[in-house]
T-cell receptor, first 112, second 115 residues
Framework: RKEVEQDPGPFNVPEGATVAFNCTYS??????FFWYRQDCRKEPKLLMS?????NEDGRFTAQLNRASQYISLLIRDSKLSDSATYLC?????????????WGLGTSLAVNP | EPEVTQTPSHQVTQMGQEVILRCVPI?????FYWYRQILGQKVEFLVS????????KSEIFDDQFSVERPDGSNFTLKIRSTKLEDSAMYFC?????????????FGPGTRLTVL
């Protein structure tokens, strides 16, 4: 089983749509979870950390289900500028928050 | 806003040559990292560095790789004898005080092409 698994997409949605991305991770000891965004041939940029209680940042909502080892990202009212690859990232174990383990990413294209 | 910088943006080299990739982390950060991303593949952890020594490295980071912080600002990745499969985007990252150490800030990357 891959350490972090994501549906690669691509997701093609119209502007204004709501889109959800899912991610599963294999290591039950993982402690920290993130969503990064990566534009084509650019560096990853932190979109948001994911907390156990779930968290929201504007149009973006992240959820974590530790029992199912599942993380989600919901984007509401999608904009053209949301077109990017969304990377699910975890840290491998308690006490090791230095090494980030990455999913392959889910590609999103928001169309006018 | 402070940012991580990397040079060069693109490096082309012949197989077997040594390359040095340079990074300037955010100035008050304590932890430094190198990651790589082969085209079309996931980002992969190479090494983390703290207090002037390697704190963790992956199986990719073999004897051909080394890191150094030669002065107070630069953080370098050296590949001694490049192979074709070293062609990738190399990202440097840094993170700060212990409480915020989870947040890693990435540089724009160096695209390494080995011919």
């Amino acid at each position: 089983r891959k350490e972090v698994e994501q549906d690669p997409g691509p997701f093609n949605v119209p502007e204004g749509a709501t889109v959800a991305f899912n991610c599963t991770y294999s290591n039950s000891a993982s402690q920290s979870f993130f969503w990064y965004r990566q534009d084509c041939r650019k560096e990853p940029k932190l979109l948001m950390s994911v907390y156990s209680s779930g968290n929201e940042d504007g149009r973006f909502t992240a959820q974590l289900n530790r029992a199912s080892q599942y993380i989600s990202l919901l984007i509401r009212d999608s904009k053209l500028s949301d077109s990017a690859t969304y990377l699910c990232v975890v840290t491998p174990e308690a006490g090791n928050n230095r090494k980030l383990i990455w999913g392959l990413g889910t590609s999103l294209a928001v169309n006018p | 806003e402070p940012e991580v910088t990397q040079t060069p943006s693109h490096q082309v080299t012949q197989m077997g040559q040594e390359v040095i990739l340079r990074c300037v982390p955010i100035s008050n950060h304590l932890y430094f990292y190198w990651y790589r991303q082969i085209l079309g593949q996931k980002v992969e952890f190479l090494v983390s560095f703290y207090n002037n020594e390697i704190s963790e490295k992956s199986e990719i980071f073999d004897d051909q790789f080394s890191v150094e912080r030669p002065d107070g600002s630069n953080f370098t990745l050296k590949i001694r004898s490049t192979k074709l499969e070293d062609s990738a985007m190399y990202f440097c990252a840094s993170s700060g005080e212990l409480a915020l150490a989870d947040t890693q800030y990435f540089g724009p990357g160096t695209r390494l092409t080995v011919l």
